[in-house]
């Protein structure tokens, strides 16, 4: 069982808008650690996609956007393309557990 | 460029142990830290813990606690992760990843970038 709760997966047509949401507690979101989002294609190692809830490292194209309320985040994809389709993972700190954790990851499949 | 340089794939016996090292190139190795994760086949990420390169404190998930070592050695810029007592559940990619934060001045509260391409490790008897 992960600390951080996602949709095990979630799907869409080339070009819609999909969301993925991470749900957290009061010891890691809700505490205020910023919440970091990677992208893991199909055998190759995760890929920073969104940082401090918000912020895209360069590279990253703005189809990609990320939020943070309360205790929970969420990765906004839009206008969807057929190699956005990945594993998406979100991940913060945990003041509990005194250590990094990660969502259980969201499989998005472009229809 | 910012780099990570992992070993190859290992195969162990159970009840073994296997030493994975990650070899960073492209910045001032003592001045961050660097964090290990590992995915079993099929499943998602899970953080095993993490060391500061330029003290060598470390911090272990509590899932690993007596069972991982992470070390590091500032000479070549490498760090080390050790696990023991190896179980057929063990058999993963284990994947090291600098925490963006200067460790002078931040926590590792920090996003992962870059990865290392990962090692895979199988127990098989």
């Known amino acids: 069982q992960s600390v951080l709760t996602q949709p095990p997966s979630v799907s869409g047509a080339p070009g819609q808008r999909v969301t993925i949401s991470c749900t957290g507690s009061?010891?890691?979101?809700?505490?205020?650690?910023?919440v970091h989002w990677y992208q893991q294609l199909p055998g190759i190692a995760p890929k920073l996609l969104i940082y401090?809830?918000?912020n895209r490292p360069s590279g990253v194209p703005d189809r990609f956007s990320g939020s943070k309320s309360g205790t929970s985040a969420s990765l906004a994809i839009t206008g969807l393309q057929a190699e956005d389709e990945a594993d998406y993972y979100c991940?913060?700190?945990?003041?509990?557990?005194?250590?990094?954790?990660f969502g259980g990851g969201t499989k998005l499949t472009v229809l | 460029q910012v780099q990570l340089v992992q070993s190859g794939a290992e195969v162990k016996k159970p009840g073994a142990s296997v030493k994975v090292s990650c070899t960073a190139s492209?910045?001032?190795?003592?001045?961050?830290?660097i964090h290990w994760v590992r995915q079993a086949p099929g499943q998602r990420l899970e953080w095993m813990g993490w060391?500061?390169?330029?003290?060598?404190?470390?911090k272990n998930s509590q899932k690993f606690q007596g069972r991982v070592t992470i070390t590091r050695d500032t000479s070549t810029s490498t760090a080390y992760m050790e696990v023991s007592s190896l179980r057929s559940e063990d058999t993963a990619v284990y994947y090291c990843?600098?925490?963006?934060?200067?460790?002078?001045?931040?926590?590792?509260?920090?996003?992962?970038?870059?990865w290392g391409r990962g090692t895979l490790v199988t127990v098989s008897s």
């Open positions: 990843a600098r925490d963006v934060g200067d460790i002078r001045w931040t926590p590792p509260y920090n996003s992962f970038d870059p």
């Open positions: 492209g910045y001032t190795f003592t001045n961050y830290g």
């Open positions: 060391i500061n390169a330029g003290n060598g404190n470390t």
């Open positions: 009061s010891s890691n979101i809700g505490a205020g650690y910023d």
């Open positions: 401090g809830n918000s």
């Open positions: 991940q913060s700190y945990d003041s509990s557990l005194t250590g990094s954790v």
